[in-house]
C-alpha cells in the first residue's frame, strides 16, 4: 500500500502543477486586468501597482516567480484588500468547513439510510415516496433551493435569521441547500448497489444457513453496496467542504465559496490562484483517502 500512495501523491503533485499552470495562464489571457475599475486609474498608477506585483512582467515570468514563491510557502498577498492570503483563506475556510461538514454529514447519513429502505422496500410505497423526492432533490438546482427556503423560513415567517451563523440552529437552512442533492445522489446510489448486492449467491448462501436478516443486511449486503457511494462521497465531501458558492452567496455567508466568486470579479489573481490550488489540493487528497478506505470496506481490493 505506502508503494501506491507515494505513486498517488506523485500523480497528485503533477495533477495540481497541471491545473496551476492552465488556472494562470488562461486567467492572464482574458482581457483586462485587477487595476482596470470602472473609476478611471491614472496610467502612472497602474504602471506602479503593476510594477510591484511582477504583472509587468511577461506572462510565463510571472507564472515562474509565482511558483518559486508558492514553493517557498508564500501564498502571495491580495490584489484587492492588500492582506495575506494564506491567513485570510483559512478563515474563510474555517466558516466553509463547518457549513460543510454538517451537510456532508447530514447528506452521507441520510442518504445511506434512505437507499438501504427503499431497497428492502422496492416497488412498494416507501421506495416509490423516496425515489420520488430524491428525483425532485437531484432535479432542483441547489441556488433555486436556497432562494425558496430564504423566502419562505426567513422573509416570510421569521423563524430564521438571513445572515448570522452565531448558533447552532442558524445553520439548518444552508445545511439543507447544500445537503439536498448529494443526499438525493446517494439515496439513488445506495438504493442501486444494495438490490446489486442482495441478488448474489453469497446473500442467499447467508440466509440459507440461518443468519439473521439484520446481520445479512448491515454485515454483508449494505457494506458491499458503500464501495459505489464511497466512490462519490470522496470528490463530493471536498467540494462542500470549500462551500457553495451560490448557496454562500444567497445566504450572505463569508465563506471561501463567495471570497472565490468576489476574487473573480475583481480579477484579484492571486487569490483566485490561492483558491484554485487549495480545492485542487483537497479534491486529491479526498480522492486518495476513497482509495485507501475501499481497503477497508473491502478487504479483497488490491491498491496496485
Not at 8 to 33: E, Q, Y
Not at 136 to 158: E, H, I, K, N, Q
Not at 196 to 222: E, M, P
Not at 253 to 259: A, K, R
Amino acid at each position: 500500500m505506502a508503494k501506491y500512495i507515494a505513486k498517488r501523491i506523485l500523480l497528485a503533485i503533477v495533477s495540481i502543477w497541471i491545473i496551476t499552470m492552465i488556472t494562470f495562464f488562461a486567467m492572464n489571457a482574458i482581457p483586462g486586468g485587477p487595476f482596470n475599475k470602472e473609476k478611471a486609474t491614472s496610467p502612472a498608477v497602474i504602471a506602479t501597482l503593476e510594477a510591484r506585483y511582477n504583472l509587468d512582467k511577461p506572462v510565463g515570468e510571472q507564472y515562474v516567480l509565482y511558483m518559486k514563491n508558492l514553493l517557498h510557502g508564500d501564498w502571495g498577498i491580495s490584489l484587492h484588500s492588500g492582506r495575506p492570503i494564506w491567513a485570510d483563506m483559512i478563515s474563510k475556510f474555517s466558516v466553509s468547513a463547518k457549513l460543510g461538514g454538517r451537510a456532508a454529514i447530514v447528506a452521507i447519513i441520510i442518504g445511506i439510510i434512505l437507499g438501504a429502505i427503499a431497497a428492502l422496500n422496492r416497488n412498494k410505497l416507501p421506495d416509490r415516496l423516496i425515489i420520488f423526492f430524491t428525483t425532485l432533490g437531484t432535479a432542483m438546482p441547489s441556488f433555486v433551493l436556497a432562494t425558496l427556503l430564504l423566502l419562505v423560513f426567513c422573509v416570510r415567517l421569521g423563524w430564521f435569521p438571513v445572515v448570522s451563523l452565531s448558533s447552532e440552529p442558524n445553520y439548518t437552512l444552508p445545511v439543507i441547500a447544500l445537503a439536498v442533492y448529494p443526499m438525493a445522489y446517494i439515496t439513488r446510489l445506495t438504493k442501486t448497489s444494495m438490490l446489486d448486492a442482495l441478488n448474489q449467491d453469497y446473500i442467499r448462501t447467508a440466509r440459507a444457513k440461518g443468519v439473521s436478516k439484520v446481520k445479512v443486511i448491515f454485515l454483508h449486503a449494505l457494506r458491499n453496496a458503500l464501495i459505489p457511494v464511497i466512490t462519490y462521497v470522496g470528490p463530493m465531501v471536498a467540494y462542500i467542504l470549500t462551500g457553495s458558492m451560490v448557496v454562500e452567496n444567497i445566504f450572505t455567508i463569508g465563506g471561501l465559496g463567495s471570497t472565490f466568486v468576489t476574487s473573480i470579479t475583481n480579477r484579484d489573481y492571486t487569490t483566485i490562484m490561492a483558491v484554485t490550488i487549495f480545492l485542487a489540493i483537497l479534491m486529491v487528497v479526498a480522492n486518495l483517502l476513497t482509495d485507501i478506505v475501499y481497503k477497508f470496506v473491502d478487504p479483497r481490493i488490491k491498491l496496485d
